[in-house]
C-alpha cells in the first residue's frame, strides 16, 4: 500500500436509470477539481453493460483493468451513479462510500422526490448545480475523512464544556434543538438532538458548511437524506469568527431576523476567548499540548458507537510525508483494515459474523511501507473504539502496538 499517484484521476458519472441520459459529470486529477469530461461513447457503454446485466438478473457492482477501478450503484430504480478511478490503491470501499455520499449529497440539497420521480429531466439538470461544490469536495484532498468513514469528524476545544453550556442555553432561547458549532466542516459541540441525527445527514451538515464558501449567515434549506428525505428543512448558520459557524437545523422558526446581534452577544461575547482558542485548534482536531509521542505523524481515532471520529496529519508538520500523502496514507489504510482485518461496524448492515467466529478476528495489525518510505502504520480496536496512526520510521517495530494501546488509553477520554 504506497501513496496515491498525483496524477490519479476519479471520474463521476450521474445518470437517470430508466433513460441513461447523463445528469451531471464531475472530475478531479491529483486530488483537484478538473474539467476534463468522459467522451459520450464512454458514458454509454459504462451504462449499458450495467443495464445489460440488470436485464438479466445480474448485479454488475464492480469491475477492474490494469490501471483503473470502476463501481456502480443504482439508488432507488431512478438514480444511476457510476464512478472510474485511476488512483493507485483506489479501494472499492472507497469508492462505495463515495458514491453513498454522492446521492446523499443530491437528496440533501434536492430532496428525494426530484431524484425518483423525473418529470423534467433538464430542470433537474439545473436544480442538481446546487449540489457540485459539496460533490467536488468529497472527489478531492479533503482534511476531512468522515464521507470514508460515515463518523462525523470532530474537533475537541480547550474549553469545551463552557461551550457546550453555551451551546445549551441559546439553543433554548432560540427555541431550537438542533444546534452545534462547527470548525471547518469539524463539529466542535453540538445538542444531544443534533449528536442523534442519522447518517449520512450527521455527516453531510458540518461538510456542506464547511464546503460553502464564508458568509455572515445564511438560511439554506436542506432535506435530510435518513429524517425527512421529502420534507425540507432549514439549515440557519452565523458566523461566530472566520471559519468558527454556529448552525441551526429548524423548521419555519425562528426567523433569520429573529437571531439579532444582541442575543448572539448576550451568548457569545463572554466566550470570545474560548471561541477563538477552538477555532486555532482547526486541522489538528486535539487541544494544542495535548501530549502525543514524538514518533506519531498522523491518527484516526473512530468511536464507532457514537459514530463520531479525529482525524489529524498535523504532528511534525514540518517533516515528511508531506500532509497530503499522510492523509492519503490513512486513508488507504483504514480502507485495508476494514475490509481484511477488522469486523463491520456494530450495528451496520455488513454484521454476520457469530460470536464464535469474531473471537478469532484480529485486534491490531501493522504495516511497514517499502523501500525509500519507511513510514509505519497501526490499527488497534479495542471495544467500540478503533485507532489508526501513521509513525515515522525510526519508531521501532516491536513497540508498535504498546506504542498505540498508551496513545489510545490517553485519548478514549476526548472520544
Excluded at 377 to 394: E, F, I, K, M
Amino acid at each position: 500500500m504506497g501513496e496515491e499517484g498525483t496524477g490519479g484521476a476519479v471520474h463521476l458519472l450521474c445518470l437517470a436509470a430508466s433513460s441513461g441520459v447523463p445528469l451531471f459529470c464531475r472530475s478531479s486529477r491529483g486530488g483537484a477539481p478538473a474539467r476534463q469530461q468522459l467522451p459520450f461513447s464512454v458514458i454509454g457503454s459504462l451504462n449499458g453493460v450495467h443495464m445489460f446485466g440488470q436485464n438479466l438478473q445480474v448485479q454488475l457492482s464492480s469491475a477492474r483493468t490494469e490501471d483503473t477501478t470502476v463501481v456502480w450503484k443504482s439508488f432507488h430504480d431512478s438514480i444511476t451513479l457510476i464512478v472510474l478511478s485511476s488512483e493507485e490503491n483506489a479501494s472499492e470501499l472507497k469508492l462505495e462510500r463515495l458514491l453513498q455520499m454522492v446521492f446523499g449529497a443530491m437528496v440533501l440539497l434536492v430532496g428525494l422526490e426530484e431524484l425518483t420521480n423525473i418529470r423534467n429531466v433538464e430542470r433537474l439538470k439545473k436544480e442538481l448545480r446546487a449540489s457540485y461544490r459539496l460533490i467536488d469536495s468529497f472527489l478531492g484532498d479533503s482534511e476531512l475523512i468522515g464521507d470514508l468513514t460515515q463518523c462525523v469528524d470532530c474537533v475537541i476545544p480547550p474549553e469545551g464544556s463552557l461551550l457546550q453550556e453555551a451551546l445549551c442555553g441559546f439553543a433554548e432561547a432560540t427555541g431550537t434543538a438542533f444546534v452545534s458549532l462547527v470548525v471547518s466542516g469539524r463539529v466542535a459541540a453540538a445538542t444531544e438532538s443534533w449528536w442523534r441525527l442519522g447518517m449520512p445527514e450527521a455527516v453531510l451538515l458540518p461538510w456542506l458548511v464547511g464546503s460553502l464558501p464564508p458568509q455572515a449567515a445564511r438560511d439554506y434549506p436542506v432535506y435530510l437524506p435518513h429524517g425527512s428525505p421529502t420534507v425540507p428543512h432549514r439549515l440557519l448558520t452565523l458566523m461566530l469568527l472566520p471559519g468558527l459557524e454556529l448552525c441551526l437545523l429548524c423548521g419555519p422558526r425562528p426567523a433569520l431576523s429573529q437571531l439579532d446581534p444582541q442575543l448572539l452577544e448576550r451568548w457569545w461575547q463572554p466566550l470570545l476567548e474560548p471561541l477563538r482558542a477552538c477555532l486555532s485548534v482547526g486541522p489538528g482536531a486535539l487541544p494544542n499540548g495535548f501530549p502525543l509521542h514524538t514518533d506519531i505523524l498522523g491518527l484516526l481515532l473512530l468511536n464507532l458507537e457514537l459514530k463520531r471520529c479525529l482525524f489529524t496529519v498535523e504532528p511534525l508538520r514540518d517533516k515528511e510525508p508531506s500532509l497530503q500523502q499522510r492523509q492519503r496514507l490513512l486513508r488507504n489504510f483504514y480502507s485495508l483494515v476494514s475490509t481484511t482485518h477488522f469486523p463491520p461496524e456494530p450495528g451496520s448492515s455488513e454484521k454476520t459474523e457469530d460470536a464464535g467466529h469474531r473471537i478469532q478476528l484480529p485486534r491490531a495489525c501493522y504495516l511497514v511501507l517499502g523501500p525509500g518510505m519507511g513510514w509505519q502504520l497501526v490499527a488497534l480496536q479495542l471495544g467500540l473504539r478503533q485507532l489508526l496512526l501513521l509513525l515515522s520510521p525510526q519508531s521501532p517495530t516491536h513497540g508498535l502496538r504498546s506504542l498505540a494501546t498508551h496513545t489510545l488509553h490517553a485519548l478514549t477520554p476526548l472520544l
